[in-house]
């Protein structure tokens, strides 16, 4: 079990090696394994990419971010044109049913809409957004349609956690409700954590997932 003082070492190392991030800008705080991250960004890509790496960083429980972006005046739009941009991206993303997609954008913050079948194309609509010159941060109410009986999906989750992490697998709770998965149980590590939700979400026809998971401490 780490220290936070190596915990925060090793965050501090991690960031400043991940070139998709200005680590000076950030500050990092840890304690009982609970990283808090503050600082000013410049997009909210550079955001994401510092979430990313935070939770890369084995013995890390928790992320709470305190970061906020502020655009440079060279890298402002107006929320029109943001729209426009966000639309094409989404038209030209192969794994994007755009069609059945709505967006609306109010002071550079994007909000996404619509259905889709998969889990995989509501990420990839985010992904299409997110790293947009002037996009501040990205709010998603897509929903993923459910399709299958709720046997089935506790079924295909169960196998999925099994060859993905077998270990994670045995202590892992899935129920059901509708397009809806809450897991339980104990997992090592916040990336294991990472990984079971991940395999729950990529399960046709599950529309959310509820994470009750624990970090054992």
């Given amino acids: 079990m780490k220290s936070d003082l190596q915990l925060k070492s090793d965050i501090t190392s991690e960031l400043a090696w991940d070139p998709a991030v200005k680590a000076s800008a950030i500050g990092v705080a840890v304690e009982d394994g609970v990283v808090t991250l503050t600082g000013d960004l410049d997009s909210y890509a550079e955001q994401k990419a510092v979430e990313k790496a935070v939770r890369r960083v084995a013995g890390v429980r928790g992320v709470v971010l305190g970061l906020e972006v502020k655009l440079a005046p060279g890298q402002q739009r107006a929320d029109s044109d943001i729209a426009k941009a966000a639309l094409a991206a989404l038209r030209w993303h192969a794994s994007v049913p755009h069609e059945r997609l709505q967006l609306q954008v109010d002071d550079g913050w994007v909000t996404l809409g619509g259905d889709v ?38 079924g295909e989750i169960l196998e999925a956690l099994t060859r993905h992490a077998q270990r994670a697998g045995r202590k892992i709770e899935v129920r059901v409700q509708g397009g809806t998965v809450t897991l339980q149980g104990t997992v090592e590590s916040l990336s294991e954590r990472d990984a079971a939700v991940a395999a729950a979400e990529a399960t046709r026809g599950v529309s959310s997932v509820v994470d009750r998971l624990s970090i054992r401490g």
């Fill in 117 to 154: 079948d998969w889990h995989f194309q509501l990420a990839a609509a985010e992904q299409c957004v997110r790293p947009l010159v002037g996009v501040r941060g990205v709010t998603s109410n897509i929903i993923v349609k459910p399709r299958a009986g709720a046997g089935d999906l506790s």
